[in-house]
Nanobody, 123 residues
Framework: QVQLVESGGGLVQAGGSLRLSCAASGRTFSRYTMGWFRQAPGKEREFVAAITWGGSLNYADSVKGRFTISRDNAKNTVYLQMNSLKPEDTAVYYC?????????????????WGQGTQVTVSS
């Protein structure tokens, strides 16, 4: 069982930056693939980024070059550094985990979810 708690959301102007954190419980954090998803009002929850236990990275095309996912296994934490933010990045951001060596962009592949943190980008 894994519990995930996100933090770091907030209000930022377009072009600004935010860093989201996701703290995970459990002693086997390093064996989980971790993902970030987001959901804007009236839209489906969509994939943002993922990092496997081996450090392989995967990004949605919409955030490539602007967002960076990373993990600190010693701290049981995964991060999402978001730069050059745009109003269309406004959403609730969710952290997710799955016991897997591979990376997945599908929300159905993930077993554990955090409660989400709001990111609002003003124009």
């Amino acid at each position: 069982q894994v519990q995930l708690v996100e933090s770091g959301g907030g209000l930022v102007q377009a072009g600004g930056s935010l860093r989201l954190s996701c703290a995970a419980s459990g002693r086997t954090f390093s064996r989980y693939t971790m993902g970030w998803f987001r959901q804007a009002p009236g839209k489906e929850r969509e994939f943002v980024a993922a990092i496997t236990w081996g450090g392989s990275l995967n990004y949605a095309d919409s955030v490539k070059g602007r967002f960076t996912i990373s993990r600190d296994n010693a701290k049981n934490t995964v991060y999402l550094q978001m730069n050059s933010l745009k109003p269309e990045d406004t959403a609730v951001y969710y952290c997710a985990a799955v016991w897997s060596a591979g990376s997945s962009t599908s929300r159905e592949a993930y077993d554990y979810w955090g409660q989400g943190t709001q990111v609002t980008v003003s124009s």
